[in-house]
């Protein structure tokens, strides 16, 4: 039986503040808690109702019953496991190759997804100015579908890491040079800005390249979302 506070301490999770505070984050779900077990990420705890539902057994797995999950869970629906890993510390930022900057973006599916496009596209590291939604928020990690452990994420001063960057810096405008036209170098930088507002002034003095998606379709839709503006980009600089 789990005791009161260890429910307290596993729900607390769910919020930043306590998983900055104790350096962990929850993850819920039988196929990315497994995914994530079998990555260089460090177990805590992983909570089952079904002792055969992961296939191992192990000191850190305990069995729970369904009404304990539901206390833990952030979820309406509980989903058989519950896993708690350790944030891992950033590694130094690497320019040999493309890195995704991201100018406060606050919406946790796309944050989430555009975590696994980098995972999808090779990219191995993505910066994140502070005001961008926390990587380890449950509904960012649900999105990532495991990815979070193959990227390297660092939040910090995008200007400062950017500016000191030495690569070609692109970054995604309404009123940028149609993509389809661009030939990228092997290594540099993208840009993708808030959902709202796009890229900061800020930010936007460090671009050395605008880039955008032409709209073929009628002038009906302000702009595409984000996480799919990455993907359509990401996917022209990669065939390049």
């Not at 919020?15 to 497994?34: A, D």
């Not at 350790?86 to 599916?109: C, K, N, Q, T, Y």
């Not at 540099?188 to 890229?199: I, K, P, R, S």
């Not at 998606?213 to 993907?231: C, D, H, R, Y």
Request: glycine share 8%; hydrophobic share 40%; with cysteine.
């Amino acid at each position: 039986m789990v005791v009161k506070s260890q429910i307290k301490f596993i729900k607390n999770l769910q919020q930043k503040k306590y998983r900055t505070q104790n350096s962990l984050f929850v993850v819920e779900g039988i196929k990315i808690v497994r995914e994530l077990l079998d990555s260089s990420l460090k177990v805590y705890k992983v909570y089952v109702t079904d002792s055969k539902v992961l296939g191992r057994e192990a000191d850190f797995v305990e069995l729970i019953s369904e009404g304990e999950l539901k206390k833990m869970s952030g979820l309406s629906t509980p989903n058989k496991v519950l896993g708690v890993f350790h944030i891992p510390a950033p590694e130094p930022m690497d320019f040999s190759d493309w890195v995704i900057a991201l100018d406060d973006v606050r919406d946790p599916g796309n944050m989430g997804t555009i975590i696994r496009l980098c995972d999808w596209f090779g990219v191995k590291s993505l910066i994140c100015s502070s005001n961008s939604v926390d990587c380890y928020n449950p509904k960012v990690l649900q999105a990532t579908m495991g990815s979070i452990s193959r990227v390297n994420i660092v939040y910090g001063d995008l200007q400062g890491i950017i500016s000191n960057s030495g690569v070609p810096v692109y970054g995604a405008f309404m009123d940028g040079a149609v993509v389809y036209k661009e030939e990228f170098p092997n290594k540099g930088v993208l840009v993708m800005g808030n959902e709202a507002n796009g890229v900061s002034e800020a930010m936007e003095a460090l671009v050395g390249k605008k880039i955008s998606i032409p709209q073929f379709g009628p002038k009906t839709a302000e702009s595409l979302n984000v996480a799919t503006a990455t993907a359509i980009l990401l996917n022209e600089v990669r065939r390049g």
